[in-house]
């Protein structure tokens, strides 16, 4: 940033509580290497960092995992986010999700839950979590509805599901979602090693699009639909996670705190942890959340592109697993010196058209995930 400009406030908190899951996505987003849970925050510590979230100006917070209903004191959790005004949202498999612990974070003041689905039909669904979860993910969505509390679906797109856009949105509909976000994969941790049975074809990508177009116009005022499109397809860069150290920050399950969820896999970043420093310390003064932000730090052509306050330059983590340089302008963006590269994936995404059908997914493993309950 310019000497002496002032620091913006976050207003959005990912709390990633625990990195056991019950379901092994290969699109997850999570590191290759988990944080174990003798090495997670306890409870006083997540209340501590919620309180301090809130002092900093965090209105927010998204309670992730992996599982977070494999923490058995998230109620207290939620309930700490409550007091401190901090707006809760679950982010679940709905895995282990029944009526009795429903209500007990709904008392506590949890305000709405997101749910994740693989795909409109439970076979493939399955086997894109890695096991069998459709039904409870059903069950979930019952009980959320039947408790009043607003719901989402969320849906992470890829080459197994694109042309399933139809029916996942009227699953959403059916189940009474409020809000269904097709997310298109974004290439970090598990994703990034299965890029190559993930990725879609341009073609495909175009279809599921205009579907999207087509049932926005229908459902206009009624349910939201959220498109995030896809990184490598388009030629225009998102900005990370709002921009680099702008509105949001990521507290892992060990107390790391970072700019962005895949931030850890940057060379040298140095990450902080609330174990060591207070979160306005970290946000305001670290060189981690430091290092990237704003617009003095770029290059060309991202120092002198009339974007550049827009989309920040792109995705650091995504320069990084693709040029070996979180500094270089995001491959994704037309305008970058090394947008061939995206241009080849997505030529031989296109080319590659039954990479699904024969793929073997490198799931996501976790030691501890055989002790989980569904």
């Known amino acids: 940033m310019t000497a002496g400009e002032r620091v913006p406030r976050p207003w959005a ?66 309930e700490a986010a409550e007091s401190a005004g901090v707006h809760t949202q679950l982010v679940t498999s709905g895995l282990g999700l029944d009526e009795e612990r429903l209500a007990g974070l709904t008392a506590a003041g949890l305000r709405a839950v997101q749910l994740s689905v693989q795909h409109a039909e439970a076979p ?37 599901n694109l042309d399933a856009v139809d029916a996942l949105v009227e699953l959403g509909l059916a189940w009474g979602a409020d809000r269904i976000e097709l997310a298109n994969a974004q290439y970090y941790g598990w994703a990034l090693r299965n890029r190559a049975a993930l990725l879609p074809s341009p073609a495909q990508l175009a279809r599921a699009a205009e579907r999207v177009r087509w049932w926005r ?116 963006c037309r305008l970058s010196p090394d947008h061939g590269l995206v241009e080849g994936l997505v030529r031989a995404a296109a080319l590659d058209t039954d990479a699904e059908d024969r793929a073997a997914y490198a799931y996501r493993t976790y030691a501890d995930t055989k002790r989980t309950r569904a």
């Open 217 to 332: 116009s229908r459902l206009a005022g009624r349910t939201e639909l959220v498109w995030v499109a896809s990184d490598h397809h388009g030629g225009v860069p998102k900005p990370c996670m709002g921009g680099w150290g702008q509105v949001s920050l990521t507290v892992t399950p060990d107390g790391t705190v970072l700019p962005c969820p895949a931030a850890a896999t940057l060379p040298g970043i140095d990450a902080p942890s609330v174990l060591t420093r207070p979160l306005a310390w970290i946000w305001e003064h670290s060189a981690a959340f430091g290092r990237y932000r704003g617009t003095d730090w770029m290059r060309e052509p991202c120092r002198t592109c009339p974007r550049r306050a827009e989309d920040f330059g792109g995705c650091r983590c995504q320069a990084y697993a693709l040029t070996g340089d979180a500094a270089r302008t995001d491959p994704a």
């Open 13 to 78: 908190l990912l709390a990633e509580l625990t990195h056991l899951c019950p379901l092994r996505c290969p699109y997850c987003s999570n590191p290759l290497q988990l944080t174990g849970r003798s090495r997670e925050l306890g409870t006083a510590q997540w209340q501590d960092v919620l309180r301090q979230a809130a002092e900093l100006g965090v209105v927010q917070t998204h309670l992730s995992g992996g599982e977070p209903l494999l923490r058995t004191d998230l109620a207290e959790i939620v």
């Open 124 to 160: 493939a669904s399955d086997r894109i979590a890695g096991r069998r979860s459709y039904e409870a993910k059903e069950r979930a969505a019952a009980l959320v509805r039947d408790a009043g509390l607003p719901l989402g679906l969320n849906v992470v797109l890829h080459r197994a």
